[in-house]
Structures are given as C-alpha cells and as structure tokens.
C-alpha cells in the first residue's frame, strides 16, 4: 500500500526557516518524481514544488522561488521542502505527493497519492 | 501564466442529480488537465487524468471531457458521499507552470 507522511509542521514566526519531511512507502520511492503542494486555511490548492526521480531537477512556482529548497534521498525513501524567510502568506497544509507516472523523469503533472499533510503556522 | 477558471463555485444538487462543473484554460492546454474530490479535513484524492481518464478504482458515474480551452466534469447521478469541493488542475508545460482552479464546493440540496 502507497503512503506518504508528512512531518515537521508547526509555529514559525516571520522570517524564519522550517524543514518538512514526507517519508514514503509501498512504492519503489527513487522511480518516482515528487510534489509538493499547499491549502492556505479555508483556501484552495497551490502548486509549489516538483524533484526528478534522482533529484537531478527541482522547479518551483514563483511565489517560493529563492526561498524553498525540495529534496530528496532515495536511501531513505524521504521528501524534503526546506522553507526559510517565511511568510504569514506561507501558512497552509503543506501536502507531499506522488506523480503518477515512473517513466516521466521529471512529471507527468499527475498526483495519484497524496499525504495527509502537515500544518505550517507563520505568526510571531 | 495559464489561469484556470472553475465554474461554479458552488453547487447545491439532490442526490441522484447530473452534476457538471466546468474548467476554462486561458489558453490551449490540450488534453492536460485533472480532476480531484477533495472531502473535508482530507487530502485530494485523483478522480480524472488526461481530462478523461478515470482513474482505477474510480466509481464510473465520474467522468471528464474536453480538451483545448474547455473542460467538463460530471457526476452522473449524485451520492451522498460525493460531498466535496472537487478541483481542475492543468500541467501544460513545466511543473513550474501547474494550476489549480478555485474549486467547487459541492453540497447536497
């Protein structure tokens, strides 16, 4: 069974750094590009992040750009979204996902399993 | 960047009810476009790949079609656990690029 935890969610105050963590599982997890995505509160879906399978390409939307750093290390099934100078408009459910496709390297823009997400709080 | 305008906003319907929202590309996306249901408290979940691909395990009064500019999602007859906000998302060009519509939020009359 595919699933994916997040971690490392929590209270941050403005200008600080948080990293979060999505450990992976049921899946062979290094085959696979990987997502991140974010909910502000009452909001809707925000696209933020995208690695290669080796983690040999990352893209990110605008918004993050130049202050989040996605990652990953295949021997421990794990996805990472470093986030620093963070912002109150950061705040959302931070959720991992998985593309649906392994023989796209880099993504097939499709997201067939998601985690349950992980809350980031911005306030000081 | 490609916007992506999902209509309506919300929705009231009746169980046993055709449902249909839509999704407007601002500009030719060809066939790259999803659909997710999305239930209170939870993670997305993937109805609808391709704009037409129902995806396995799916009920098949789901469905999806379009292409170009203009997409349609329908539930062919309403159940009471398709209470959701139900969302587009096109993948035109690099991840960098990917859209969400604003949702749907579909409830029961």
């Known amino acids: 069974e595919v699933q994916l935890v997040e971690s490392g969610g929590g209270l941050v105050q403005p200008g600080g750094s948080l990293r979060l963590s999505c450990a992976a599982s049921g899946f062979t997890f290094s085959s696979y590009a990987m997502h991140w995505v974010r909910q502000a509160p009452g909001k809707g879906l925000e696209y933020v992040s995208a690695?290669?399978?080796?983690?040999?390409?990352?893209y990110y939307a605008n918004s993050v750009k130049g202050r989040f750093t996605i990652s990953r290390d295949n021997s421990k099934n794990t996805l990472y979204l470093q986030m620093g100078s963070l912002r109150a408009e950061d705040m959302a459910v931070y959720y991992c996902?998985?593309?649906?496709?392994?023989?796209?390297?880099?993504?097939?823009?499709?997201?067939?399993?998601w985690g349950q997400g992980t809350l980031v709080t911005v306030s000081s | 960047d490609i916007q992506m305008t999902q209509s309506p906003s919300s929705l009231s319907a009746s169980v046993g009810d055709r449902v249909t929202i839509t999704c407007q590309a601002s500009q030719d996306i060809s066939n790259y476009l999803n659909w997710y249901q999305q239930k209170p408290g939870k993670a997305p979940k993937l109805l609808i790949y391709d704009a037409s691909n129902l995806e396995t395990g799916v009920p098949s009064r789901f469905s999806g079609s379009g292409s170009g500019t203009d997409f349609t999602f329908t539930i062919s007859s309403l159940q009471p656990e398709d209470i959701a906000t139900y969302y587009c998302?096109?993948?035109?060009?690099?991840?960098?690029?990917?859209?969400f519509g604003q949702g749907t939020k579909l409830e029961i009359k």
């Open positions: 996902a998985r593309d649906q496709n392994p023989t796209f390297y880099d993504s097939s823009g499709i997201f067939d399993y």
């Open positions: 998302q096109q993948y035109d060009n690099l991840p960098s690029m990917y859209t």
């Open positions: 690695i290669s399978s080796n983690g040999g390409s990352t």
